[in-house]
């Protein structure tokens, strides 16, 4: 990572499209996705399992969960500008598209009495699309020298880093 350079630094450029995103596109996509989840469930013999309340109340929660988080990501790394603040939004981007895969699929199964296999199958393409959005931003988050400048690491907090990094 560079030194400090003011002109380099702030919420502009790359961190800016980042924070956007996390804002804005990942609650639409989730709502979008739980849309097109409850559609098409609605449309098969799976409307009719018992359990079919209870999915929909989970996919409730998950649509309450996941823009709340990406909001509060999204507020931390506007308002406390240390890095910390940037561990947090990694391990939340992670957590996120993850978790929503895992607690999804997991739903699925419990209440609906899918197949596991099924359900592993259809959970591929959404870890793909996790992989495809985590990666670039893990490490841009890691190495970009604005990112840097404008959540700077403490002292305490450097050697902490040095550990595990």
Do not use: K
Request: net charge neutral; charged share 15%; aromatic share 10%.
């Amino acid at each position: 990572m560079a030194g400090h350079d003011d002109r380099v630094s702030g919420v502009r450029g790359w961190l800016l499209l980042f924070v956007a995103n996390l804002a804005l596109l990942q609650p639409l996509l989730v709502v979008y996705a739980m849309l097109v989840r409850l559609g098409a469930a609605s449309e098969t013999t799976l409307a009719a399992a018992l359990g079919w309340a209870t999915y929909v109340g989970a996919e409730r929660v998950i649509f309450i969960l996941i823009p709340a988080t990406a909001w509060l990501l999204t507020a931390r790394l506007l308002i406390v500008r240390n890095w910390t603040s940037i561990r947090i939004a990694l391990g939340g981007i992670w957590a996120m598209n993850l978790g929503i895969i895992l607690l999804q699929h997991i739903v699925r199964v419990v209440t609906l009495d899918t197949s596991i296999g099924d359900e592993v199958t259809d959970a591929v393409p959404a870890l793909l699309y996790t992989a495809i959005f985590c990666i670039p931003w893990t490490i841009y988050l890691r190495r970009s020298a604005r990112v840097a400048n404008t959540y700077r690491r403490d002292a305490e907090g450097d050697r902490l880093a040095d550990v595990f990094d």
